[in-house]
């Protein structure tokens, strides 16, 4: 069995950034030897802060699906640089004539009051490698979104920002670690339609509850949904599995 897991607003709490309520659920996968993955449109820079915390040896998908990183392995290199991306979003802006605003024009602190980071975390989140984030100031992201795709770049839609990415997305970055892994046993938890088709590509997949939830169903009829938002809902809903496999 696997565990991939997105973090904002599943893992971690929505507000606070918390995983503490997700202990214990995260310690019984430890003690059963149940690898946690984590899928983010993290850094790795801001993935390894937390791993720290969570005491996390497990793999880690970084940047929208962009790199898989394992432990003692070469990194799995998925996507296009933050240079490309960057260059493709420009690009793309001007021939669509939507504005965009991206997280390499933003201070530390116009990321801080835009994502509500705390300025530690929001400069681990500006080091970017791969993909850029960015929030559309006018026009409509439809028409950002067709000359991304003329150029081969992809949108994908978190919590709070527009990402830019080229060539991968966390599903991909998910069969290519469940692979390595050799375990098909998948689980997958998100809460947002960025997390979709990795939700999509696990055996089990788990909705968390958010303002998304409609639109989750809708696209994955047969997942469960944990009994509360965030990380005490993540906990519960595995542990319910981890108790009767
Ligand atoms: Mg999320």
Redesign the pocket.
Same mark, same amino acid.
């Given at each position: 069995m696997v565990v991939f897991t997105?973090?904002? =607003?599943?893992l971690l709490d929505?507000d606070t950034y918390s995983h503490a309520p997700a202990d214990s659920a995260i310690d019984r996968c430890k003690a059963l030897g149940v690898p946690i993955v984590l899928v983010t449109s993290k850094t790795r820079a801001e993935v390894e802060a937390l791993r720290l915390s969570m005491r996390h040896t497990g793999p880690y998908i970084i940047e929208n699906g962009a790199a898989a990183i394992l432990p003692g392995h070469p990194d799995l290199i998925l996507g296009a640089s933050s240079s490309a991306s960057r260059a493709a979003l420009r690009r793309a802006s001007f021939v669509s004539g939507v504005l965009v605003r991206g997280f390499s024009d933003m201070s530390i602190d116009e990321i801080c009051q835009r994502s509500g980071l705390h300025p530690e975390i929001a400069a681990l989140a500006a080091r970017r490698e791969y993909g850029e984030p960015f929030v559309v100031l006018s026009g409509p992201v439809s028409r950002l979104e067709s000359a991304l795709a003329e150029l081969g770049f992809q949108v994908t839609r =978190?919590?709070r920002f527009f990402h830019v990415l080229g060539g991968c997305d966390k599903a991909r970055a998910v069969r290519k670690v469940a692979e390595f892994l050799n375990d098909g046993d998948t689980i997958g938890l998100? @809460?947002?339609p960025? @997390?979709i088709p990795f939700l999509l590509t696990v055996r089990r997949p788990i909705l968390?509850p958010?303002p998304h939830l409609h639109a989750m169903r809708a696209a994955l009829p047969n997942a469960f949904i944990a009994p509360e938002p965030g990380p005490a809902g993540w906990s519960r809903a595995l542990l319910e599995i981890l108790d009767n496999p």
């Open positions: 997105d973090l904002d =607003g599943t929505r =978190g919590g998100g @809460d947002a960025n @997390d968390i958010s």
